[in-house]
């Protein structure tokens, strides 16, 4: 069966026995780590794997990639390996061998802290905000497009597939909303009236002053401005400061003597700008926040009203943060005029939930995830199995770290984690992410068919990447956020480009170049030593094809093949390709002398796990007999090339 790929994570894939590990292995390193080595990574090297490419649907085994099956793994480690192109499927860990296989994957990140969003990453934040506000229906855009089909002319009631009383009834609940919402303006603009009233009386504004009755307008979609921070929760706006502020002027400047005019003008200008006297109302017009869940900030002399958003989080123990977001949240334990005509509001206004929680199987997020799948990737109802999902979204390897108040290990901890979208009670996506020391790595997304309309792939990276922000704060060593495997050939994968700045890992020097210097060299050509494009962007070369052809001649000067190539289950995030046993290749050994001498001593210090001891390679050697010493030190050079020197010294290898 063929891969099938999607634009915001990757389908699912079954695993095999090949790593000789059982379901109830994987259960036991769920969450904890297993294998009686305590808080240390456990690893079995599963070799090279070569399988059909779900991405360039090639008719051959031409995807290539290096295996590991993680017993446990710390988040340290787990780290440092997505520093070297590793990612992890279940308690599965691959690499692509990025100079050999078909489709080179890119490991893509960005610094949070410099995320620039783009005017598409805003209109979906917007679209969903205007979900929760009622004024987008999920309804209208399926309608229009069947609408759409039929013939041109005035549609009638029975078009429309309505009755007449329906409509009737349509019009009657619009004109409630209607006068429902001009209530809303006129209680605003009463509060303001009334606020203005007091700082006369207090004296805190002029007295013989004759000012004008407060106005407060809804801001219309389109009208909001995309640079203005929080503008997509923009509800209402007045003007009255300007207003006040003409006012104070006009009635200041027939007193002054000519001599004195542009001294006392400025002196006026500076106490009672509009700026300045939007910013007066703003503040005491706060108290609005506690009573109808709207925030009132004042901008350029405009005093807006948002709609209010509210964090809170769970119990510790729990490891859950929770997140509310909605306009107009009410209050019930605080209700007042514009409470309740929101709670009579034929608008429906929804309330959107974020909850992250510890990876565990909960058979809401299986039923969603099953229903995704089947309708989303046709998938037929017996690939996607209880057992499946558990293998690919559940188990995990990470050793979960508790949360340590003392800025190095963010209130959630360090692990693997769902992230819960439910509106209104109803589970409507599911994030699925690890959380380590440097970065959130957002591994899948799934996601409820029927709530399409909302962007939910991109509305939850945003999400993701506002944690990362967040959480700055609890642990500085959190910056990047991680989506996972970039394709430059991959169209589906070109979105992931487009939340900037982003940078991508060179494949042989393991440096992190900008997205924007490598996209001239990746459209020429599919694998590109990345740290030589920067080389090249500094003009230290003129010729970028002969630094590509020196880039290939350094690879494969340092290249060593394994003696084996082992059949398993290789599972690309983004693709779901059906694997074919490798066990015909005999991958030989590399035809240079020196690349086997590359790393030559190192993996003395490698500690290898042989039924429940652990000794380093040097103290264990010469209970081998040479022919099977020979074969482990050839896979030892191999584990130690894909994993690197300081991981590979850290983390078990186990035998067995």
């Known amino acids: 069966m063929a891969g099938k790929m999607r634009s915001e994570a990757s389908s699912s894939s079954s695993r095999t026995s090949d790593a000789n590990t059982t379901d109830e292995d994987n259960n036991n390193s769920n969450n904890n780590g297993g294998g009686g080595f305590g808080s240390e990574s456990l690893v079995v090297d599963c070799g090279r794997n070569r399988s059909s490419c779900g991405y360039c649907r090639s008719p051959g085994r031409t995807s290539i990639s290096h295996g590991l099956w993680a017993r446990s793994l710390t988040v340290n480690d787990y780290q440092d390996l997505l520093d070297r192109g590793w990612r992890r499927s279940g308690s599965f860990l691959y690499k692509p061998e990025m100079e050999k296989t078909c489709c080179p994957s890119y490991t893509i990140r960005l610094r949070a802290g410099d995320f620039a969003p783009s005017k598409e990453q805003l209109q979906v934040t917007r679209r969903v905000q205007r979900f929760l506000d009622g004024s987008l229906d999920s309804n209208k855009p399926v309608r229009l497009k069947e609408d759409s089909n039929a013939s041109k002319g005035t549609c009638s009631s029975a078009d429309l597939g309505v009755s007449s009383s329906s409509m009737k009834e349509c019009l009657s609940s619009s004109n409630a909303e209607k006068n429902n919402a001009e209530k809303i303006l006129q209680y605003l603009a009463d509060k303001i009236d009334n606020l203005v009233h007091t700082f006369v009386e207090s004296g805190q504004f002029p007295n013989d002053l004759q000012l004008p009755k407060a106005s407060v307008k809804k801001v219309l979609q389109g009208k909001r401005k995309l640079f203005v921070e929080g503008s997509e929760n923009l509800l209402y706006c007045s003007n009255i400061a300007f207003q006040i502020a003409a006012a104070i002027k006009k009635r200041a400047e027939p007193a002054m003597e000519d001599t004195h005019r542009s001294r006392v ?9 509009s700026k300045a006297i939007s910013e007066k109302l703003a503040s005491s017009l ?7 869940g709207l925030s009132v900030r004042a901008c350029n002399g405009h005093i807006n009203f948002y709609s209010g958003t509210i964090k809170a989080s769970l119990d510790g ?5 929770t997140v509310t977001e909605g306009s107009a949240a009410r209050r019930e334990s605080k209700p007042c005029s514009l409470g309740n005509s929101y ?5 429906k206004r929804r309330k959107l939930e974020i909850h992250l929680k510890r990876s565990s199987f909960d058979p809401e997020e299986y039923a969603l995830y099953r229903r995704y799948q089947i309708k989303v990737h046709n998938d037929t109802p017996d690939h996607v199995t209880e057992s499946s999902y558990k293998r690919f979204l559940v188990d995990t390897p990470l050793i979960f770290v508790p949360p340590t108040n003392d800025g190095t290990v963010p209130p959630c901890g360090f692990g693997s984690f769902h992230q819960q979208y439910v509106i209104d009670g109803q589970l409507v996506a599911v994030g699925v992410v690890d959380i380590l020391p440097r970065c959130l790595s957002s591994k899948y997304l799934f996601w409820d068919p029927d709530f399409a309309f909302l962007s939910l792939g991109k509305y939850s990276a945003l999400q993701e990447i506002n944690w990362v922000k967040e959480n700055q704060i609890h642990c500085p060593s959190l910056q990047f956020y991680y989506l996972g495997y970039y394709i430059h050939s991959c169209n589906k994968m070109r979105y992931k480009a487009t939340y900037r700045p982003s940078e991508l890992l060179c494949p042989l020097r393991y440096q992190w170049v900008s997205f924007d ?4 060299f990746l459209d020429r050509k599919a694998y590109v030593v990345l740290s030589d494009c920067a080389l090249l962007q500094d003009g230290e070369s003129s010729d970028p094809n002969a630094s590509e052809q020196a880039m290939e001649v350094e690879h494969n000067d340092i290249s060593f093949e394994g003696s084996n190539d082992v059949p398993m289950h ?3 995030e983004d ?11 005999s991958g030989g050994e590399s035809s240079d002398p020196e690349s086997v001498q590359f790393e030559i001593g190192d993996i003395n210090n490698i500690l290898i796990g042989l039924k429940g001891t652990c000794l380093k390679y040097k103290d264990l050697q010469r209970a081998f007999r040479p022919s099977k010493r020979s074969y482990l030190e050839t896979q030892l050079h191999r584990y130690l090339r894909v994993v690197g020197k300081e991981v590979g010294e850290r983390m078990i290898y186990s035998l067995g």
């Open 265 to 273: 003008s400025k002196e006026v200008k500076d106490e009672w700008s």
């Open 286 to 292: 706060n108290q609005l926040a506690e009573t109808s």
């Open 317 to 321: 123990s729990a490891e859950v943060v």
């Open 343 to 347: 709670e009579h509001s034929p608008v």
């Open 517 to 520: 210097v490598t996209r001239p």
């Open 570 to 572: 290789q599972t690309n």
């Open 575 to 585: 693709a779901d390709p059906e694997y074919e046993s490798s066990d015909d290749e």
